[in-house]
């Protein structure tokens, strides 16, 4: 039995399988990340090779998560549970190879203030001088990078813009219907009990503002 036309079965069990599947393991996608394409009727799935190893099962709910992406449709099954169980564990089964002293100590100082230094750390490092992008969490390597850009903040800043990655460590993602919403209202309102984040929100701003006009000077 093919795996994309049996994830397909087991969520529109009502439907035809009008696609022809091609199922492909490769090293160019990042860690346990995934994609599907529809192109002449070809429903093609591409899968970083770590995915080889893992059970049937689980693969049937990432696929199936692929496929109510790429059809627009809502739907939840057993394996897409069965997928988002074996997405939250990711973070407790991957190596810690990245670290960086300013960040730890930043992670360290949120953990025992706002989560009972109970998060586990995850991967830490500094991202690009991004502008746009100031903090990520990825959940496919447990890895919270920060933006260069905030490598000289006073601890404050760094500390709130780290809170709000762990945040998105803390929550992971909350499934509805297979979809993923980040930012929920429940995101908001804990990133909002943060003390003072107002102010620092706005010297946040600040700090972009002052490394942009200085980057503009420094460009003519
Ligand atoms: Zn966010």
């Known amino acids: 039995m093919n795996l994309i036309h049996d994830s397909f079965a087991r969520l529109f069990p009502e439907k035809d399988f009008p696609y022809q599947p091609e199922l492909e393991y490769n090293r160019r996608l990042s860690d346990f990340n995934a994609n599907i394409r529809l192109y002449n ?4 799935v591409s ?15 990432l696929i199936q998560s692929l496929l109510l992406k790429i059809l627009k ?7 897409i549970v069965l997928y988002n169980n074996f997405l939250r564990n990711i973070p407790a089964l991957t190596l810690k190879t990245k670290n960086d002293p300013l960040l730890e100590a ?17 991967n ?3 991202g690009t001088a991004s502008f746009r992008k100031l903090a990520s969490y990825n959940f496919h390597n447990d890895t919270i990078a920060v933006s260069t850009l905030f490598n000289d903040a006073k601890p404050q800043i760094l500390d709130f813009i780290m809170y709000h990655e762990m945040l998105h460590k803390f ?14 209202r429940e995101f908001r309102e ?7 984040h107002e102010k620092i929100e706005k010297e946040i701003t600040a700090i972009i503002r002052m490394k942009k006009l200085r980057r503009s000077w420094w460009r003519r």
């Not at 929550?171 to 929920?184: D, V």
């Not at 804990?190 to 003072?196: D, K, L, V």
């Open 73 to 79: 449709k809502k739907g939840h099954t057993r394996n």
């Open 171 to 184: 929550h992971k993602f909350k499934h509805s219907n297979g979809r993923s919403a980040f930012h929920t």
């Open 190 to 196: 804990a990133e909002h009990s943060y003390p003072g």
């Open 41 to 44: 009727n070809i429903l093609k």
């Open 106 to 122: 930043s992670f360290a100082r949120v953990n025992q203030q706002f989560f009972q230094s109970q998060l586990q750390q995850p």
């Open 124 to 126: 830490l490092k500094w």
């Open 47 to 61: 899968l970083n090779l770590q995915w080889k190893d893992i059970d049937d099962e689980i693969k049937i709910g």
